[in-house]
């Protein structure tokens, strides 16, 4: 039985949101319901407390009068210290805690329906809009965990750490998400983790906008995303950008400049903003390829490896069937070039090319390109459905011993989409020639695949036809390639072999052109040597055959002359040795 990867749907997407729903419920309220974490003036504060930024009334009996005053404050109380009653931040830190603990069932149930629809906008987003790749089930699944996780590492700073909330890293998964995905999907998640962060204290605004402008300026500095090295750069402008936003929001609320605020270290809400980015930056660049395994996406080193021809299973293919490996490596060289004029992932779908065919391994005779010139095919002694079922077979098998080999599953995946659904053609047209005297359908020609669901397994589904057809194109011209080119592309349209690839229309136009263009220069021509000149010619002469004598039939009268001026030049000794003709008799008397 062959497994292959699963897209996700909505039911899927209702089950992921309300699980994770929960999941960031706890998260965020687990620490309300232990008694033990209660603050109590006169005794040490059992976690750091943290009471968002906001508006308050103090009043300052000092000069001798009353004064009442109207600000804002964000209070921070390190983990450990005394809660003195005589400290206003104290008092105000036990009174927001106690409103808090425990949390009523309302507040629970609002918490959950806000992260359930936020889970159900994130999921929707993917499966509707989202980037090919992440509109399977498992990419959705490690992307809901690693932004789990990061919600996780954010309460706990909150908890046990004095820091500013302003450095939680928390741009480094937008990051992850532009390298493994697209941009697009990177906003959207950072949108998502800024919301739930922002949760953990109160839906502080000025921490969602920071959190929001950092994960955003990230995504869009982040200019060459083949060099992961740049997440640092990103990393570092995203910092200076949330820190510039964190005092235009301050002096908005406040009306002045607080630049006094640098001058608290670590404690310094603005060095927070900026050491937050540049975290990010850091955390993004060490936590690489872990994050994206987690997404189900391969890392760039380790395709670079898997290019390696020195691959066993590279070998065993080279070894084992030559035929199917020089195919793949021709079809590697076409895709490559598609892949990268539609901004697909060319290496990812280089490395597909090299591995699609390995199941071809196990009875590499039974397809054309292994036999030998002149040696005749097993099919010739099958009936057709045995054959269609040797052939098929490739996939299943093809499947096993990539993932045995410990080959990543994006890269498995372009075994069994290469071919799809589609029907062995040769062999059901065989059968219905041989009037199907089993009475089979359609079905038992089918492969037993799936249709492609990313723009790399697709791509690779069209050259596999294109590199087998480009092979009976004479001349090799642009014109012919493209005509042939734009009719495999509609045959699998028709077929609906492409519905779920997010190929578009202006993709399958671009390619055409590249993969014409591409076929043409691996059928260029070449300028001939000159011993290659002299052996045609002198295999022409060979081959050319000699004329045969012409005679001609003269009349009497130009031959008598003829022999009269032969016999005048012709050497006496020749004369003697002539016989004379013997003379003539007399004509008889009638």
């Known amino acids: ?53 906001g508006p308050r009334i103090t009043q300052d009996a000092r000069a001798g009068h009353s004064q009442v005053s109207y600000e804002h404050a964000r209070i921070i109380v390190p983990r450990g210290t005394l809660l003195d009653d005589n400290n206003d931040d104290h008092r105000a830190a036990c009174a927001y805690e106690s409103l808090r603990r425990p949390p009523s069932g309302p507040r629970i149930v609002s918490y959950f329906a806000l992260y359930f629809i936020l889970c159900q906008m994130l999921m929707a987003y993917l499966r509707r809009f989202g980037q090919s790749r992440v509109r399977l089930l498992r990419p959705q699944v490690g992307l809901l965990f690693l932004i789990l996780g990061s919600v996780v590492a954010a309460k706990l700073i909150f908890l046990f750490t004095p820091l500013p909330e302003f450095w939680i890293p928390m741009a480094a998964l937008p990051l992850w998400v532009a390298l493994a995905f697209d941009r697009r999907t990177a906003f959207i998640v950072d949108l998502s983790v800024a919301f739930i962060a922002a949760s953990l204290l109160r839906f502080d605004v000025i921490l969602f906008s920071v959190l929001l402008t950092r994960g955003i300026s990230a995504t869009l500095f982040f200019f060459h995303r083949r060099h992961p090295r740049q997440m640092l750069i990103a990393g570092t402008f995203s910092g200076l950008t949330g820190a510039f936003a964190y005092i235009c929001l301050t002096t908005v609320f406040e009306g002045r400049l607080q630049l006094e605020d640098l001058t608290q270290g670590l404690s310094s809400n603005i060095l927070a903003c900026l050491g937050g980015g540049v975290l990010a930056g850091f955390l993004a660049r060490g936590l690489r390829e872990p994050a994206e395994r987690a997404m189900g996406h391969v890392s760039r080193d380790k395709l670079l490896d898997l290019t390696d021809l020195e691959q066993p299973l590279l070998k065993k293919m080279a070894a084992e069937a030559p035929g199917s490996w020089e195919h793949a490596r021709a ?12 901004h697909a992932d060319a290496l990812l779908t280089r490395v597909g090319a090299y591995y699609h065919d390995l199941g071809k391994t196990v009875q590499p005779k039974y397809f054309v390109e292994n036999l030998q010139p002149g040696e005749s095919s097993p099919h010739e002694e099958l009936d057709p459905d045995v054959s269609a079922d040797a ?21 498995v995946e372009f075994c069994y989409t290469h071919h799809g659904t589609q029907v062995v053609e040769f062999f059901w047209h065989k059968c219905n020639e041989q009037g199907n005297p089993k009475g089979l359908t359609q079905e038992h020609f089918r492969y037993p695949g799936m249709k492609p669901q990313t723009k790399e397994t697709a791509i690779l589904m069209l050259v596999d036809s294109i590199e087998a057809a480009s092979r009976t194109i004479w001349p090799p011209e642009q014109k012919k390639f493209e005509e042939m080119v734009q009719k495999v592309m509609f045959t699998k349209l028709q077929s609906g072999q492409l519905d779920d690839s ?9 390619m055409t052109g590249r993969m014409a263009s591409t076929l043409v220069n691996m059928y260029h021509g070449r300028i001939k040597y000159p011993w290659q000149r002299e052996a045609e010619q002198r295999a022409a002469a060979a081959a050319t055959p000699a004329p045969e004598p012409v005679v001609l039939a003269l009349p009497p009268a130009v031959i008598e002359p003829a022999k009269a001026d032969e016999e005048a030049t012709a050497p006496e000794s020749a004369k003697a040795a002539t016989p004379a003709p013997p003379a003539a008799s007399p004509p008889e008397k009638t």
Do not use: C, Q
């Open 331 to 342: 079809m590697a060289n076409l895709a490559e070039a598609s892949a990268a004029a539609i």
């Open 391 to 411: 052939i098929m077979t490739h996939v299943v098998v093809g499947a096993k011993i990539l993932r045995a080999g410990g080959i990543p599953e994006p890269v």
């Open 502 to 510: 997010g190929l578009t229309i202006e993709d399958l136009r671009t």
């Open 1 to 53: 039985m062959l497994r292959t990867r699963v897209r996700a749907g909505a039911a899927a997407g209702l089950v992921l949101s309300l699980l994770f729903a929960g999941l960031f419920t706890i998260v965020s309220l687990a620490d309300l319901f232990v008694s033990s974490l209660t603050p109590m003036l006169g005794a040490p504060a059992p976690v750091t407390l943290r009471v968002p930024y």
